[in-house]
């Protein structure tokens, strides 16, 4: 046994690696040799803890202090102070309305949430096997096994009611029970964390912070369906996870985890892991089969659905991370205790990624049917910098935004649903009253045009059309009729594509044209971005009641279009302005604003300029 | 040098996407040439032209020679919201390059690309295999310089 | 690993390895780590927990620390705090005290009032 009287967990997930918790470790690693204390102290690389946003963050055991926002000059600090002579350091803690919060428990971000999946995250060295073990890993695995039938451990997953947390939302029980009953003697399964939702990030915390929960989670289904064989397909801008997991089936392998006769029984097993290469459309299962097989990743047309033809053209069930995160803690703690979190319909917990113009940003597992309120005020903290919640965006690109009359319903699959968002992968985009609907949907149209595999015309033509238009609405040249011409196509496209890319990819356009409208015809009717967003749609003005004349901004204008003198102060030539904002920046007494719409001048001056081009033809 | 990478492989073509991405980490300059096409379609026994064709698909590959460094800014909502486009304007002004060029002494490519799963700590960039996050013009002036000096 | 008995014996010995992190504590020791108390010498005293618990296999106590409780004259100070009993708080600690506290304190259940200094909050 050894002699250690402190876990020092530092988080190393990718958001905290980001923010330099690798450099931190290492100058804990000096420190503590430098004074001798290494052998008291364990330093522990954990997977992500989820705050990502005070990152890099820790957990100090036994006490269980969370400090954030750490830099490699405080590591001198808590070593002398905290870990020598046991004076916490205040200064790193959480400030909670004057109030600091030093155990880990208490930081209001934790509150609300019941951690299923990312259970283990933050908590245990992803790379250990026995800290998984530890904590009950293998055990399910184990009595599944040994004490059950395939059928058996099928209908324990259907009680749970368990859904897939891929995005669609399918009956977990349903798709292996298909490949179950096919009579073949090769199948597969594959985990999906491909991940490419912008917004979402929990699948890669979920294969960095825990890997040997997805490869148990794995073989539980490998078992219920026959399968001997699997694949990890992980998207390449996850070099963690990949590394991780490929750890994990080595020492599972080790330990006689994973290869023949798992648990004396007749059940054989081995795992892979794949790589994708950048393409979106990759996460589409059948695009995701294909680039398995060292083909393009191109959708094809269901059915067949893998589960009758996948991989190499046998019977193949694909399942997400976080689904296969689940699974085991729902054998080990039972169906009846998983479904009696969450929904009628929705069961269980979700992991949601915040991002956006949020205080907490990071990642939150609460029980299906928590409210969008209570997810963003209560566990994230609410709007940063003051500014008013607006709109938020679930379900990222296939998603759609919802605003503030929504915040009160309850988050599951139908009744986003039914509201035009998606439950997509748990992101969860929230925006302020800064942002401007019709640029983000454009954006979101920006992203769908460039994933667009191309293989079908109606996502590959009609995308772009889309885009075309959001383009000229957001540079000021909208007409009349072109929402309804967005409406049209968005319908069409959704209806006639080949995968769920095109299928869902209007998504955000209609619904911000239902939610927004006005935005969007201020934009077309007006010329104007209320939000001043647009930078054809609004203009510079200096305000000669607070300019004090010191000529900054005329020379730092690049277009030399800002004239004046101390008396007369200065103004905007408007017609040559490049709308760059220099002059906002530096104006010393913040002088100029931001006023929405053209201005006369520039609307004078191309009349003028069309007039003339008119009678020289 | 591309056999070699080959034979860590089985010659069977689910093993193509592997062995590409090897392949091009490898290079310094970070890219896939037409003689390794041909190696890896010998290899596997497959039809050059088919591997260009998976080559294309992906946004990760380059048949064209690049930077001993590539940068990758995320373009994605989140990131954007956060003000990815500042960023790239200070990448932009400060390696003197627009994106998908490479800077004159080879030390830098500059690329877009779509969200790297690290939204909580946007504005997000990757340098080779290293994610920095929270940028602000001023860290990405360090960080340069630090990756510069190696 | 070929039965779930295995598993077992891996997971007891995993847990005994994360105790900390754990809710299984019977007897937590809180060690004052103020500069008075390291002056006086609380780092050995520390240290002696630490070696009689791992030499004594006793799984279900924690060695943690504190900082200054205000008690200088009475440092290395250390307090036992056992579920559901009022806390035991023990002054002038030495390694050969220590080494009595855990033999009759910690293992036998009976409290060295020599030792004490106060009890309760
Ligand atoms: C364009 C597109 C991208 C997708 N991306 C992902 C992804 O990144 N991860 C994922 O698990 N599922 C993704 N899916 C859903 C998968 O096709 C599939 O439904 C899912 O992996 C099934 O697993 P589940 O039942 O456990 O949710 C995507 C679907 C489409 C149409
Ligand atoms: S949006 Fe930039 S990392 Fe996700």
New binding site residues.
């Given amino acids: 046994m050894s002699l250690k009287r402190i876990d020092l967990l530092i988080c190393c997930g990718s958001g905290c690696i980001s923010a330099g918790a690798l450099k931190i470790k290492e100058r804990f690693h000096a420190v503590l040799s430098e004074k001798g204390l290494t052998n008291e102290i364990n330093i522990i690389e954990t997977g992500c803890m989820g705050p990502c946003d005070y990152g890099p963050v820790m957990v100090i055991y036994p006490e269980g202090i969370f400090y954030k926002k750490v830099t490699p000059e405080d590591v001198d600090e808590i070593v002398a102070e905290h870990f020598v002579k046991g004076r916490p350091v205040q200064r790193l803690m959480l400030q909670d309305e004057d109030k600091t919060i030093a155990a880990h428990k208490e930081v209001p971000f934790y509150q609300k949430q019941v951690k299923v999946a990312l259970a283990n995250c933050g908590f245990i060295d992803p790379e250990s096997l026995e800290e998984y073990i530890a904590t009950g890993g293998y055990e399910a695995l184990g009595t599944v096994l040994t004490q059950m039938t395939p059928q058996q451990a099928i209908d324990v997953v259907k009680e749970s009611g368990l ?8 009956p ?1 029980h349903m ?1 292996w029970k298909m490949v179950h009953d096919r009579k073949e003697d090769q199948k597969y399964v594959i985990c ?6 912008p917004g ?1 990030f929990m ?1 890669r915390s979920l294969l960095e912070g825990d890997p040997h929960r997805i490869l148990e989670g794995m073989m539980l289904c490998a078992y219920s369906i026959g399968a001997s064989q699997g694949f990890f397909y992980i ?1 390449a801008e996850y070099p963690l996870a990949i590394k991780r997991i490929k750890q994990a089936i080595e020492q599972a392998r080790e330990v006689g985890l994973m290869g023949k006769n798992i648990f004396g029984t007749d059940f054989c097993f081995e795992a892979e892991v794949r790589t994708g290469a950048g393409a ?9 089969i294909h680039s398995i097989e060292g083909e393009r990743g191109n ?1 094809t047309p269901k059915p067949p659905y893998p589960a009758v033809s996948g991989l190499w053209g046998k019977p193949t069930v ?7 995160a689940n699974l085991p803690t729902i054998f080990v703690k039972g169906a009846k205790w998983f479904s009696t979190m969450g929904t009628e319909t929705s069961k269980g917990t979700k992991v949601f990624a915040l991002t956006g113009d949020i205080r907490n940003t990071g990642l939150v597992e609460v029980p299906m049917g928590t409210t969008l309120r209570e997810m963003i005020f209560d566990v994230g903290g609410g709007m940063i910098g003051g500014n008013e919640f607006k709109a938020v965006q679930l379900g990222g690109p ?1 998603g759609g935004c919802l605003t503030a009359e929504h915040l009160d319903v309850p988050v599951d699959y139908e009744t986003l649903k039914a509201r035009g968002a998606m439950m997509g ?1 748990g992101g969860v985009i929230v925006m302020d009253d800064q942002k401007c609907m019709v640029n983000v949907a454009k954006f979101f149209m920006d992203f769908c045009v460039d ?1 667009s595999c191309g293989k079908c015309s109606p996502c590959r033509i009609g995308l772009k059309q889309m885009y075309n238009i959001l383009d000229r609405i957001t540079k000021g040249e909208g007409q009349e009729g072109d929402i309804e011409e967005l409406q049209r196509l968005g319908e069409t496209v959704a209806k006639i594509s080949l ?3 095109g ?2 990819a209007p998504n955000p356009v209609l619904s911000t044209i239902r939610y927004f409208r006005n935005e969007y015809e201020a934009h077309i009717k007006d010329k104007a971005c209320h939000t001043k967003v647009c930078r054809d749609l609004f203009h510079f003005k200096i305000d000669k009641s607070r300019c004090i004349g010191c000529s900054l901004c005329s020379r730092k204008c690049p277009a030399n279009c800002i004239s004046g003198s101390r008396e007369d102060k200065y103004t905007i030539g408007q017609v040559d302005c490049v709308k760059c904002g220099n002059c906002q920046d530096v104006c010393p007494v913040k002088a100029i604003d931001r006023i929405p719409g053209i201005h006369s001048d520039v609307t004078a001056h191309k009349e003028a300029l069309l007039k003339r081009k008119a009678r020289e033809d | 040098m591309y056999r070699e990478i080959c034979s860590k492989y089985a010659p069977d073509k689910d093993n193509l996407i592997c062995i590409l991405h090897e392949i091009q980490n490898s290079h310094p300059q970070h890219y896939i040439s037409e003689e390794a096409v041909q190696t890896v379609a010998e290899y596997l026994g497959v039809p050059a032209n088919h591997i260009y064709g998976v080559l294309t698909f992906y946004t990760m590959y380059s048949t064209k020679p690049r930077g001993q460094n590539i940068i990758r800014l995320c373009e994605s909502p989140p990131c954007y919201i956060k003000g990815s486009e500042n960023i790239l304007h200070k990448l932009m002004t400060l390696l003197d390059i627009e994106v998908g060029e490479t800077t004159k002494d080879g030390c830098f490519t500059l690329e877009l690309c779509a969200c790297l799963g690290v939204c909580g700590n946007a504005p997000v960039m990757m340098i080779n295999n290293d994610v920095y996050g929270d940028l602000t013009e001023e860290k990405v002036e360090e960080i340069i310089e630090k990756v510069r000096r190696g | 690993m070929k039965t779930l008995a295995d598993l077992k014996k891996i997971r007891e010995k995993a847990q005994e390895e994360m105790k900390l992190r754990g809710s299984s504590v019977r007897i937590k020791i809180v060690v004052g780590m103020g500069t008075s108390g390291i002056a006086m010498g609380a780092r050995e005293v520390m240290k002696t927990f630490l070696e009689e618990i791992s030499n004594r296999n006793l799984t279900d106590v924690i060695v943690t620390q504190t900082g200054e409780k205000g008690l200088s004259s009475l440092e290395p100070v250390v307090d036992l705090i056992e579920e559901d009993k009022p806390k035991v708080t023990y002054g002038n600690m030495t390694p050969d005290k220590v080494k009595k506290v855990v033999v009759e304190h910690i293992v036998n259940g009976r409290i060295v009032s020599d030792y004490v200094v106060a009890t309760g909050n």
């Fill in positions: 859904r897939g947390r891929g995005g669609a939302g399918f977990t798709k999906n964390g491909d991940e490419g939702d979402a699948d998207r979106f459309v990759c996460g589409e299962e059948m695009a995701l959708p694909v399942n997400n991370v976080e689904t296969l296939s992968s994933e995968c769920g890319l299928q869902t």
